[in-house]
């Protein structure tokens, strides 16, 4: 059984007179307090008080297990040898959310900061890793061949951000760029060594594309990254010693980031994600766990522009499968903006998948509705201000607004916070419905609950871009008009027998239904040349198009219309759509085997026609007969 004893010197500041102290802890020895199992509140009382206005430094002892338990806050794990003598074993930390306090005693909640000098001691054939570069190491006057090693003192940060590893890895190096260049050292067991290059030849090219889009310098000159056999997680952003599962970042040895496999560019997307938390997490942290959506999403969508930023394209498809995931995701009938309590259940269970994907599809909608210019500047204005602080989604949205106002993208009476709070703080999306007067070349436009539920009553505030068919203005994505009614009516002079189309490049998080003329209009153009209109678009309707039919919205005739021409389709977005939604609706596929089948069917040629038709129209037969059951 493995054992780690320790002391923390924590420095106080009295804002009143007190002889009570409380902290967060838990599973450990300690002396002289009583404990608050409901909140882990460790209540030490001291025999003097403290004195208002006056400092003091409390030096609390703590010993516990070292154990394999991942929830722990601190464990151990071991690379595999060639048989048990033969395992590498190493240690390390996972903090977040709120482990630290199985640790040591501490002050465990993310709007609480403070700077950490970390020293550790262990046997010299050892490293030490943890947030700070080690400062100096040297020997232990009462253990033979174990040291100290001191690391430099961190950043303000919150408490879930501090790590520290023992380890004997090896490790690559990279740097960025520029006047202050970063390191990087990217470590794991010798054997894997190799496998790391990928990781470590992105993450500095990463980094320093951030910090340039963001123009907000990162305060670290030095990050390192471990990859970690059997980790539980997909990877930790802790500030400056960035913890990946083995799994997920171990590629082939890679020289150069062209022609990357699938499995490789989601490594990429990996790195990508844990490089923005540098800034939105780390540098500018939420202030409770019920806004970790927001540093989420935000980091989901720079982490795609990132991919894009070494892949062109790749970015692009990642939002467009973090879109597709949340609408068809039968969890989604939940608001975001999750009111979490102080109580760990809720803690716990407050962090969904699904969550992150729909908040990365509206940070993508809040940047087309304000433009780059204003957005970038929000972001600048955000991460200038609340730099080493906590913040809310409120104050997020008011530095948009801010932007906002300065450049007049919006209208005089629509803030950012009611625009965004519509999106994050009810359940679900709508589904807006098109219906054009041909007579009078008006256009009603009725907003409703995606679920067919009609005791629903949530009111968007919804961004329209369009264009027509005549225009074909696919590039801009800036809002026309907005919808913060049920319903309301637009003059719009159109001809009869030419298309309008909704949701430019799919930046709005809707769906869109049209009249059954307007439909056919788009069936017909799609089918004679689908190049014509944007492959994001295609996709969109491809989708929209399924549920909308799978939801009994629109005739079946109407989505075989419109669906017909997908046998010419050969981009990646309207043919995983397709896939994805076919396979969703009726077999229950995974993303995955659907994705499988969607490259089948990408490499398909003309004479698969009578087959895809025949199976289409079986799925409609099938698809009757269940709601015929269902009503019966």
């Known amino acids: 059984m493995f054992r780690y004893i320790g002391s923390v010197n924590i420095s106080v500041h009295a804002q009143t007179s007190t002889n009570l102290v409380v902290l967060h802890g838990e599973l450990f020895n300690i002396s002289r307090t009583e404990y608050n199992r409901e909140k882990d509140y460790f209540i030490i009382e001291v025999h003097m008080p403290f004195v208002r206005g006056r400092s003091y430094v409390l030096t609390l002892p703590f010993q516990n297990k070292l154990t394999e338990d991942f929830k722990s806050g601190y464990f151990v794990g ?11 074993w190493f240690s390390l930390t996972q903090f977040e959310r709120n482990y630290i306090r199985n640790v040591f ?7 609480l900061r403070a700077t950490f000098n970390v020293t550790l001691g262990h046997h010299r054939r050892f490293q030490s890793f943890s947030n700070m570069p080690l400062l100096r190491r040297f020997n232990s006057s009462d253990l033979k061949d174990y040291v100290w090693s001191m690391h430099e003192v961190s950043p303000l940060m919150p408490t879930y951000l501090l790590a520290f590893s023992i380890n004997n890895f090896t490790c690559m190096f990279s740097t960025t760029f520029g006047r202050e260049p970063v390191e990087f050292r990217t470590c794991s067991h010798v054997t894997q060594v190799q496998a790391l290059s990928l990781a470590s030849l992105s993450a500095p090219k990463l980094f320093q594309y951030f910090e340039n889009l963001f123009q907000v310098p990162c305060p670290l000159r030095e990050i390192q990254q471990l990859a970690i056999p059997h980790l539980p997680i997909a990877a930790m952003e802790n500030w400056g010693l960035v913890v990946y599962s083995d799994e997920m970042i171990m590629q082939k040895n890679q020289k150069n980031l062209t022609n990357l496999t699938q499995g490789q560019t989601k ?5 990508s994600h844990e490089m923005v938390h540098m800034w939105f997490g780390n540098l500018v942290t939420i202030s409770w766990w019920d806004s970790l959506w927001l540093n989420e999403g935000l980091a989901g969508y720079f982490e795609a522009a990132g991919v894009e930023y070494l892949q ?3 970015g692009r498809k990642i939002l467009f499968k973090y879109r597709e995931g949340s609408l068809m995701n039968e969890l989604m009938d939940k608001p975001v903006a999750i009111n979490a309590s102080s109580d760990k259940g809720l803690i716990e ?3 969904v998948a699904y969550v992150y994907q729909k908040v990365t599809t509206i940070v993508r909608m809040l940047n087309a509705m304000l433009g780059d210019e204003v957005f970038y ?3 600048y204005f955000y991460l200038s201000q609340y730099s080493y602080s906590n913040t809310t989604p409120d104050q997020f949205w008011g530095k948009m607004q801010m932007a906002s106002l300065r450049s007049g993208v919006l209208p005089d009476d629509h803030k950012v916070n009611t625009i965004m709070d519509s999106w994050t703080n009810q359940a679900g999306y709508p589904v807006l419905d098109v219906i054009r007067n041909y007579n009078n070349n008006t256009i009603s436009f009725v907003q409703n609950h995606f679920s067919s539920n009609e005791s629903h009553s949530e009111v968007w505030w919804i961004p329209l871009t369009y264009t027509t068919q005549s225009e074909r203005n696919f590039s801009s994505t800036r809002t026309k008009a907005w919808l913060i009614q049920p319903s309301m009516h637009l003059n719009m002079p159109l001809l009869t027998e030419e298309w309008v189309m909704f949701n430019i490049q799919a930046v709005g998080y809707y769906r869109v239904n049209y ?3 307007n439909w056919r209009l788009i069936a017909s153009d799609l089918y004679e040349n689908h190049k014509r209109i944007h492959v994001l678009n295609r996709a969109q309707i491809v989708s929209d198009c399924l549920y909308l039919w799978q939801q009994g919205r629109i005739r079946w005739l109407t989505a075989v219309d419109v669906l017909k021409y997908i046998i010419e389709e050969d981009e990646y977005e309207p043919l995983v759509a397709f896939v994805l939604g076919v396979t969703n609706g009726f077999w229950g596929m995974s993303p995955d085997s659907s994705l499988i089948i969607a490259k089948w069917l990408g490499s398909a040629g003309k004479w698969y026609a009578e087959f895809i038709n025949y199976t289409f129209n079986w799925f409609v037969l099938i ?3 269940h709601f015929r059951q269902l009503q019966m």
Do not use: C, I, W
Not at 78 to 88: Q, V
Not at 105 to 111: G, I, Q, T
């Open 78 to 88: 071991y690379n595999e040898g060639k048989n048990e003598m033969d395992r590498s």
């Open 105 to 111: 005693p501490s002050f465990d909640e993310p709007a």
């Open 267 to 271: 490594t990429l997307q990996l790195v």
């Open 312 to 314: 062109m394209n790749s």
């Open 349 to 351: 269970n407050s962090s």
């Open 377 to 379: 500047e929000g972001l």
């Open 515 to 517: 009249d059954e003329h």
């Open 623 to 625: 698809k009757s007969k």
